[in-house]
C-alpha cells in the first residue's frame, strides 16, 4: 500500500521562483458577487441606456395614433380654455347683458336682411355656394 501512496504523489515538483512571469496569460480579478440591489441597479442602467431607442420604435410604429391623440387632446385643453373665458365674461355683470343686446340685434338683423325677401334668401343661397366651393377647392 505504501507504494501505491508513493506513486501518487507528485514527483515533479515546479517551482515558479526564477520563471519570467510576463508573458504568462493573467486571469481577470475574481469578481465578487453582486447583491440584489446591483443586480436591480444593471438591469434599470440597462433598460435606461436602451430607452431612446425603444421610444424611437414606440413612435414610428405608432405615430398617426400619436397625432391623433395629441390633438384630441389639444383640442379638449382649447374647448376647456373657451369655456373658461366665457365663464369669466359672465361673471362681469354688464358684459354679459352687452354681448346678449349684441346677439339679438345681430340675428334681427340677418333675419330682415336674407331671410324675408324670396330674392335676398337666394342671394344668401349663392354666397353659400360660393363659400362651399372656395372651402373645398
Not at 504523489?9 to 517551482?15: A, G, H, L, Q, R
Not at 526564477?18 to 442602467?45: D, F, H, R, S, Y
Not at 353659400?128 to 372651402?135: R, S, Y
Amino acid at each position: 500500500m505504501e507504494s501505491k501512496a508513493q506513486q501518487s504523489e507528485p514527483t515533479d515538483i515546479v517551482s515558479l521562483k526564477g520563471l519570467q512571469t510576463e508573458n504568462l496569460p493573467m486571469l481577470p480579478p475574481a469578481k465578487e458577487p453582486e447583491t440584489q440591489w446591483q443586480q436591480i441597479g444593471a438591469k434599470v442602467a440597462n433598460f435606461l441606456a436602451q430607452l431612446p431607442e425603444y421610444l424611437g420604435e414606440f413612435f414610428e410604429k405608432n405615430k398617426q395614433a400619436i397625432i391623433n391623440v395629441s390633438l384630441i387632446v389639444a383640442i379638449l385643453i382649447g374647448i376647456r380654455l373657451l369655456f373658461a373665458v366665457f365663464d369669466a365674461i359672465n361673471d362681469i355683470p354688464l358684459l354679459y347683458s352687452f354681448f346678449e343686446l349684441v346677439g339679438i340685434g345681430y340675428a334681427t338683423w340677418f333675419v330682415f336682411r336674407y331671410l324675408i325677401k324670396d330674392s335676398t334668401r337666394q342671394e344668401l343661397g349663392d354666397k353659400i355656394q360660393a363659400f362651399q366651393k372656395d372651402f373645398t377647392g
